[in-house]
């Protein structure tokens, strides 16, 4: 069980909420503007909110209360954005390769290949990003992400710029891993499949929680309603 | 032509290229990443040089330097002679004095690169040595070539800050420009017109190396 608390002001904008990750795919939905990549960007650690508890999988990670605030690379978290940002001199192999520390060179070597093997990329390890598409590219960020085998990955509209049969084959391979995922998106369509929890995030603030379909059916039936000819 | 001048200025302008990238790449890290109140001090501190007369700069060395300072003293007492009129002095001067070409092209390099990847370099684990090291250096190295050429010439050429903290001693202290202002002084201006043509080539090689190389690259990036 993850618990999450946070209060947050940037600018006009001010974020409060509270949520659990009791599920294994949680998905935070809701308008743009809403805070969603704010929330990731503050579970990641690359922001210092205003106050904040969160727990992840029972250990606590921030804690303003008890001056607890554990550091980016500590959090035991993976973060994949709709924008790759893959370091653009070193090779797939090599990104991959960046986040795990304190493994022999051999064991380094084969949990990359199995890493990229687990996204369809290992053909890919001797190219540099600018050699990949969009979608090769995502790949490659989800195997690095993912490579120091992390208790949470983060998740930020990660297939948005892919095309529909690229986008479903990852979230085919993210689906079938272990992994807690916290996903954010702005898409019914994209996320209606997947076998999650929903947090609905508007101006700030949680405005419904529960199963996915259950929660977002009003949402789909308004948008069916305003395709209809 | 003054050979030992020559070999003054190059060793001069190597000897300030090299520990100016040692300091500026540490302090440029630190202006792009920190969000201290005292940055902006820090930034008109290191920037101060380009728009001091050099002579300025070169009369507080002195000063501060000289032995009637306890601070010229200590460095005299560790050294076992002062720093003012010896090459150590020349190489603080143009430390100071070429400070700005160091840190402004190092750091506008460091800003450049895209935060993102500095996120996530700090998500998978890595420290400020590491992110520098791995991620920021590699990623400016047109920066850094940039910071070392300008350092080079920019020494190679100064004259008021050479000339108030380390004089006129053949062999120690007489830098090519240094020799120009005496070959002109003693009316020989053949001579005078061939060092300073030496000047305008080095000047001039290490900025068509420069832009040859941006040139390249950008060449390979289209």
């Not at chain 1, 199995?114 to 490659?140: I, K, N, T, Y």
């Not at chain 2, 990443?33 to 001090?41: A, C, E, G, N, Q």
């Not at chain 2, 030496?198 to 390249?216: E, F, P, Q, T």
């Amino acid at each position: 069980m993850s618990d999450v608390r946070i209060r947050h002001r940037q600018g006009a904008f001010t974020l409060d909420v509270e949520f659990s990750l009791a599920s294994p795919w949680t998905v935070i939905f809701g308008p743009s503007g809403a805070g969603k990549s704010t929330v990731l960007r503050i579970l990641a650690g690359l922001i210092e909110p205003d106050w904040a508890t969160i727990a992840i999988a029972g250990q606590s990670i921030l804690d303003a209360d008890r001056g607890v605030a554990v550091a980016p690379g500590r959090r035991s978290i993976g973060f994949v954005t709709q924008q790759a940002a893959l370091f653009p001199h070193l090779t797939a192999r090599d990104n991959v390769a960046f986040g795990i520390r304190g493994l022999s060179r051999p064991e380094r070597e084969q949990r990359v290949a199995a890493m990229l093997q687990l996204f369809g990329a290992e053909d890919l390890a001797a190219r540099r990003p600018a050699q990949l598409s969009g979608g090769e590219r995502q790949r490659v960020a989800l195997a690095r992400a993912l490579a120091s085998h992390p208790k949470l990955l983060l998740l930020d509209e990660p297939i948005a710029a892919l095309d529909d049969a690229s986008g479903q084959d990852i979230l085919a391979r993210l689906l079938a891993l272990d992994v807690r995922v916290v996903y954010v998106s702005h898409d019914l369509a994209e996320i209606w499949r997947l076998p999650a929890e929903v947090i609905v995030l508007e101006a700030g603030r949680v405005t419904a929680t529960g199963p996915l379909r259950a929660v977002l059916a009003t949402q789909r039936d308004r948008l069916l309603q305003s395709l209809a000819p | 032509m003054d050979l030992q001048a020559l070999g003054l200025t190059l060793r001069l302008a190597a000897t300030t290229t090299l520990v100016l990238l040692a300091l500026g790449i540490p302090l440029a890290h630190w202006i792009a990443s920190t969000r201290s109140r005292l940055r902006p001090l820090v930034e008109a501190i290191t920037t101060l040089p380009i728009l001091l007369p050099p002579t300025v700069l070169g009369f507080y060395l002195l000063v501060l330097l000289g032995p009637r300072t306890g601070f010229g003293r200590l460095i005299a007492h560790l050294l076992g002679h002062p720093l003012a009129f010896s090459f150590s002095g020349l190489v603080v001067g143009s430390v100071l004095y070429s400070l700005p070409f160091a840190v402004q092209p190092l750091s506008a390099g460091f800003h450049a690169v895209d935060p993102a990847l500095l996120d996530q370099a700090r998500i998978l684990g890595a420290g400020r040595l590491r992110i520098l090291r791995e991620i920021l250096l590699p990623l400016s190295t047109r920066s850094v070539i940039a910071a070392a050429a300008l350092c080079f010439t920019h020494t190679v050429g100064e004259f008021g800050v050479v000339l108030m903290i380390g004089g006129d001693i053949p062999g120690a202290t007489r830098t090519l420009s240094i020799a120009i202002y005496d070959q002109v002084q003693d009316f020989n201006y053949s001579q005078a017109n061939r060092t300073s043509l030496l000047l305008v080539g080095i000047a001039l090689i290490a900025l068509l190396l420069l832009y040859a190389r941006r040139s390249g690259q950008e060449a390979r990036h289209v």
